[in-house]
């Protein structure tokens, strides 16, 4: 069960902070994910982070704008997104799996635990 907020409406150029709990007590060997979509199409990977030793991936995208970070004794993790741009206007989804490899954390297919969905919007 996860639990995702923090999405909201800010100008191009800003941030915003998404948080994903997770109802789960033991995290280890678990991969998150944060995916997006915007409507009629596809999923789309944004960043991913393995919960024990805390590696990360990045879609070419987000890389040097987003970071996914994790608080083991929240069971959150989070997206820090700055110099936001309209394009990434979407709602994104917090993900989550256990025994999750590091060359799979981008797969969106491989995931069966997903969040609500946070809408973020991007104005110009």
């Known amino acids: 069960q996860l639990q995702a907020s923090g999405g909201g409406l800010v100008q191009a150029g800003g941030s915003l902070k998404l948080s994903c709990t997770a109802s789960?007590?033991?995290?280890?060997?678990?991969?998150f994910g944060w995916f997006r979509q915007v409507t009629g199409k596809e999923r789309e990977f944004v960043a991913a982070i393995r919960w024990s030793g805390g590696t990360t991936v990045y879609s070419d995208s987000a890389k040097g704008r987003f970071t996914i970070s994790k608080d083991n004794a929240k069971t959150t993790v989070y997206l820090q997104m700055n110099n936001l741009e309209p394009e990434d206007t979407a709602v994104y989804y917090c993900a989550a799996q256990p025994r999750m490899i590091y060359s799979s954390l981008g797969q969106s297919s491989l995931y069966h635990n997903w969040g609500q969905g946070t809408e973020v919007t991007v104005s110009s």
């Open positions: 789960v007590r033991t995290l280890s060997g678990y991969g």
